[in-house]
């Protein structure tokens, strides 16, 4: 049986939290810097998030070729080099024109928030007798909105779809961790 002071050891403990939750805030501080700048130049942030898509293409695109050779039939192989090609393919395409990538991706985002629009009826109307099925259509004509909103005004839709929808993203991420790391500290000093 363990005769050790049970205060101690929450101290300790606290101790902990405090420290990780110092850097806990300070990256939100981060997240919500990074998203005032994205908000404030949607260009350079949906400029950004292209050239990230780019890379993560290559770098895909790579790691399909070199699993090609792990192992499998000559099928498997076929397509793996065909699917690592068009990966690597498409991302040069949007590292050596980033403006037209930056096009191609807020139509595809356009066309994502719209199914998710039609997704977020046919929820609401599955659910139209329950509680807080409102909420279901709200989120869904709002969403269908933002996604119309986007489509009819493409292609200058942009210049500030994806950057100010990362921006608002990161701000909201930015938000709750300092919540979270503020609360986890206060939770923390009441220990001590």
Request: aromatic share 12%.
């Amino acid at each position: 049986m363990a005769s050790g002071n049970s205060s101690q050891g929450l101290s300790g403990a606290a101790q902990f939290v405090k420290k990780g939750s110092g850097w806990f805030i300070a990256m939100a501080v981060v997240f919500i810097i990074l998203g005032i700048f994205a908000i404030v130049e949607p260009t350079v942030a949906g400029l950004a998030v292209t050239i990230l898509v780019g890379w993560l293409l290559i770098f895909g695109g790579v790691a399909h070729l070199v699993a090609a050779f792990s192992g499998g039939g000559a099928g498997r192989v076929i397509w793996q080099v065909l699917i690592g090609i068009v990966f690597i393919a498409g991302g040069i395409y949007y590292l050596m024109h980033p403006l037209l990538g930056l096009g191609t991706l807020t139509l595809i985002l356009a066309v994502i928030i719209l199914m998710a629009a039609l997704f977020e009826l046919i929820a609401f109307f599955a659910s139209r007798g329950h509680a807080g099925s409102g909420w279901l259509l709200m989120n869904a004509l709002i969403t269908l909105f933002l996604g119309g909103l986007i489509w009819f005004h493409w292609p200058s839709s942009s210049v500030w779809a994806i950057g100010t929808l990362v921006g608002v993203n990161l701000l909201m991420t930015g938000f709750s961790r300092l919540m979270l790391g503020m609360t986890a500290r206060r939770l923390a000093s009441g220990v001590a």
